[in-house]
């Protein structure tokens, strides 16, 4: 089994590789294409990752390359990570739509606006060229933001699945609370990529018993410290947020807190140089733990799982993606992509059914969905227009004012990205 990781240059890639190498029952790779037009990166990356590979006793054959068609040719599967602009564009989209008091985040918002428009073009490009080399490979997306390029990738008609960590995470931190094997854990998730719910958490599969009125009941303080939301409006709502859900539940308390200390970025940027030099010690065989710090904690735990099943393998047959609507939430069109509980197999993902999705939630998630309509074809088409009415229906933004002066900004931090600009 071939699988090429595009991207494969990330500081993040290391924690796909330990997952690879201790997963290799559920997922047998014989060999393993980064793609990275970074060679420094991609050396420094590609080294560690045969060290892992080679402690763990994995006999896989890794591949380190700059050459895209050659790296993606005869692959079953190829997973996109890959971050258009890197973390120089991140910290923009961080920083200049708070300059219009509203948040500076890469994945919602303006900011994730942003990273759309740079990444949806260069994703279909990779994906048209998979196509043409293999039409029978996977296209495993955990690109941000997840939903729009799924749906970019699902458009173009190609055979795509979108992946976040956000919904293994509340798993693994669930099933350790109730200390019963994470593969017992069976959330109610629904919503749209970062703007989720946990409905319920139930034990032993979509119809198990739902435990988590227990869990809010005795570990509700510790979840909202790490939501960093008040435990009274976990009490009021009976559901966990994605911590994303700050965003618009807290939005002026966040922008406030974002003006006052440097961006995540900037974090980023310095957590990954330190990491980039700890790669390059020909004596590190294994993930080192300031990796933890980056972020993506079970990342190829989620990533293992969704391949094999798509391949044919081992995985679990229901997991959390992104996939097509189709139906299951009446409230949005068939073609909106959704992430929740799916049945997933060789013939993709396919939504399971999920109850009633209460106003409050069901509203939000349309909001949000009209907005990343007109992201999608703000992505595709260009122009300064469409860009204004992508922010301008972002319940994030909402304000004709705002829009305005989000776009210039926009487009004058993403003009090198931009064809149309």
């Given at each position: 089994?071939?699988?090429?990781?595009?991207?494969?240059?990330?500081?993040?890639?290391?924690?796909?590789?330990?997952?690879?190498?201790?997963?290799r029952?559920?997922?047998?790779?014989?060999?393993?294409?980064?793609?990275?037009?970074?060679?420094?990166?991609?050396?420094?990356?590609?080294?560690?990752?045969?060290?892992?590979?080679?402690?763990?006793?994995?006999?896989?054959?890794?591949v380190?390359?700059?050459?895209?068609?050659?790296?993606?040719?005869?692959?079953?599967?190829?997973?996109?990570?890959?971050?258009?602009?890197?973390?120089?564009?991140?910290?923009?989209?961080?920083?200049?739509?708070?300059?219009?008091?509203c948040?500076?985040?890469?994945?919602?918002?303006?900011?994730?606006?942003?990273?759309?428009?740079?990444?949806?073009?260069?994703?279909?490009?990779?994906?048209?060229?998979?196509?043409?080399t293999?039409?029978?490979?996977?296209?495993?997306?955990?690109?941000?933001?997840?939903?729009?390029?799924?749906?970019?990738?699902l458009?173009?008609?190609?055979?795509?699945?979108g992946?976040?960590?956000?919904?293994?995470?509340?798993?693994?931190?669930?099933?350790?609370?109730?200390?019963?094997?994470?593969?017992e854990?069976?959330?109610?998730?629904?919503?749209?990529?970062?703007?989720?719910?946990?409905?319920?958490?139930r034990?032993?599969?979509?119809?198990?018993?739902?435990?988590?009125?227990g869990?809010?009941?005795?570990?509700?303080?510790?979840?909202?410290a790490?939501?960093?939301?008040?435990?009274?409006?976990?009490?009021r709502?009976?559901?966990?947020?994605?911590?994303y859900?700050?965003?618009?539940?807290?939005?002026?308390?966040v922008?406030?807190?974002?003006?006052?200390?440097?961006?995540?970025?900037?974090e980023?940027?310095?957590?990954?140089?330190?990491?980039?030099?700890?790669?390059?010690?020909?004596?590190?065989?294994?993930?080192?733990?300031?990796?933890?710090?980056?972020?993506?904690?079970?990342y190829?735990?989620a990533a293992?799982?969704?391949?094999?099943?798509l391949?044919?393998?081992?995985?679990?047959?229901?997991?959390?993606?992104?996939?097509?609507?189709?139906?299951?939430?009446?409230?949005?069109?068939d073609?909106?992509?959704i992430?929740?509980?799916?049945?997933?197999?060789?013939h993709?993902?396919?939504?399971?059914?999920?109850a009633?999705?209460?106003?409050?939630?069901?509203?939000?998630?349309?909001?949000v969905?009209?907005?990343?309509?007109?992201?999608?074809?703000?992505a595709?088409?260009?122009g300064?227009?469409?860009?204004?009415?992508a922010?301008?229906?972002?319940?994030?933004?909402?304000?004709?004012?705002?829009?305005?002066g989000?776009?210039?900004?926009?487009?004058?931090?993403?003009?090198?990205?931009?064809?149309?600009?």
């Amino acid at each position: 089994m071939k699988l090429a990781v595009v991207g494969g240059g990330s500081t993040y890639t290391p924690e796909l590789i330990d997952g690879f190498a201790r997963l290799r029952d559920t997922l047998p790779v014989t060999e393993l294409v980064l793609v990275d037009p970074a060679a420094e990166r991609l050396e420094l990356v590609g080294g560690l990752a045969r060290r892992i590979f080679a402690k763990q006793g994995h006999d896989g054959r890794i591949v380190t390359t700059a050459d895209l068609d050659a790296g993606v040719a005869d692959a079953d599967a190829v997973l996109l990570q890959l971050r258009v602009g890197g973390q120089a564009a991140r910290q923009q989209d961080e920083s200049w739509p708070l300059e219009c008091g509203c948040v500076g985040q890469e994945t919602t918002g303006a900011g994730g606006l942003a990273k759309a428009l740079r990444t949806v073009p260069v994703v279909l490009d990779i994906a048209e060229r998979v196509r043409r080399t293999n039409p029978n490979a996977w296209i495993i997306d955990f690109t941000n933001p997840v939903g729009i390029v799924t749906r970019a990738l699902l458009r173009a008609g190609h055979k795509a699945v979108g992946l976040c960590n956000v919904a293994i995470g509340f798993q693994r931190k669930f099933a350790k609370l109730l200390d019963v094997a994470p593969s017992e854990v069976h959330l109610d998730h629904i919503g749209l990529n970062h703007l989720t719910w946990e409905r319920a958490v139930r034990i032993g599969g979509p119809w198990g018993e739902d435990r988590l009125p227990g869990l809010l009941a005795e570990h509700g303080d510790a979840i909202a410290a790490d939501l960093r939301l008040p435990r009274p409006l976990l009490d009021r709502l009976g559901v966990v947020p994605s911590y994303y859900l700050r965003y618009f539940y807290a939005h002026d308390e966040v922008v406030r807190e974002l003006g006052t200390k440097p961006s995540r970025a900037v974090e980023v940027a310095a957590m990954e140089r330190e990491l980039l030099e700890v790669y390059g010690d020909p004596a590190l065989d294994e993930k080192p733990a300031l990796l933890a710090r980056r972020g993506g904690a079970f990342y190829s735990e989620a990533a293992v799982d969704l391949a094999a099943s798509l391949l044919g393998g081992g995985g679990s047959a229901h997991q959390v993606v992104n996939a097509y609507n189709n139906g299951t939430l009446p409230f949005l069109p068939d073609d909106a992509v959704i992430e929740t509980q799916a049945a997933v197999g060789a013939h993709g993902a396919v939504p399971l059914p999920v109850a009633p999705v209460d106003p409050l939630y069901a509203g939000l998630i349309a909001h949000v969905t009209a907005y990343e309509d007109l992201a999608l074809e703000a992505a595709l088409h260009g122009g300064r227009e469409r860009v204004f009415k992508a922010l301008l229906a972002h319940p994030l933004v909402g304000q004709y004012d705002s829009a305005e002066g989000l776009t210039d900004r926009l487009i004058a931090h993403n003009r090198e990205h931009l064809a149309w600009a």
